[in-house]
C-alpha cells in the first residue's frame, strides 16, 4: 500500500492540505491526535469511516514529507 492510493490533495477541500481519499479529515489532524496519545482504535471508533490503512497512510506521507524536508543550520 501507498500513501498515494489514500492520500488526496484538491484545493477545493481544506484549501488544499493532504486529507484522506472521501474525508473532509486532514492528515496533520490525524497525526495530531495521535501524537495527542490518541489510540488507533479510539480514532477510529471517533471517524468510523477511517480504516487501519487510511490511518498508516497519513503516517507514511508525514514521514516522506519530513524525510524530503531540507534543514538548514544557522550560525550563532
Not at 21 to 36: H, N, P, Q, S
Not at 38 to 44: G, H, L, M, P
Not at 54 to 66: K, N, R, T, V
Request: hydrophobic share 40%; aromatic share 8%; proline share 5%.
Amino acid at each position: 500500500m501507498s500513501w498515494q492510493d489514500r492520500i488526496v490533495i484538491d484545493p477545493k477541500i481544506l484549501t488544499g492540505k493532504p486529507t484522506i481519499k472521501g474525508t473532509r479529515l486532514a492528515v496533520e489532524f490525524i497525526v495530531d491526535l495521535l501524537a495527542r496519545g490518541w489510540t488507533e482504535s479510539e480514532i477510529v471508533k471517533n471517524y468510523p469511516g477511517l480504516t487501519h490503512q487510511d490511518i498508516l497512510a497519513c503516517l507514511s506521507y508525514a514521514s516522506e514529507l519530513l524525510k524530503s524536508e531540507t534543514v538548514f543550520p544557522t550560525l550563532v
